[in-house]
């Protein structure tokens, strides 16, 4: 069940450049990382930790500099779009000073 921000921020999304991909109406995600990046994005705009407007510009701009590369073919298979959100996210989380790369960096290490 969505919150009434939840609901905002992904509808204030429909139809824009950094829309996520749907199926049937409904959200996509392939891989479980994907729904847990998507939803700490919501979750800490959500309780204030940034504006949701500062996290959908870092998601443009990561989105156009992908395009810029590659071109805005996105059936290339290079194309993720979980991957630009979370760079977008990492950005964010930096600009805020919620994170370092450092910290970052560490958790990456850590994987299996």
Request: proline share 4%.
């Amino acid at each position: 069940m969505q919150t009434k921000f939840e609901h905002y921020a992904t509808t204030s999304m429909l139809g824009a450049p950094d829309s996520p991909p749907r199926c049937n109406a409904k959200l996509l995600f392939h891989h479980e990382w994907e729904a847990r990046a998507f939803g700490m994005a919501l979750a800490l705009s959500r309780d204030g930790f940034f504006e949701w407007e500062d996290f959908r510009q870092a998601l443009i701009a990561s989105i156009a500099e992908w395009e810029k590369e590659h071109g805005v073919d996105r059936v290339n298979p290079e194309w993720d779009y979980y991957e630009r959100w979370l760079l977008a996210l990492e950005r964010v989380l930096k600009a805020e000073a919620l994170i370092t790369t450092e910290e970052i960096q560490a958790a990456l290490a850590k994987e299996p």
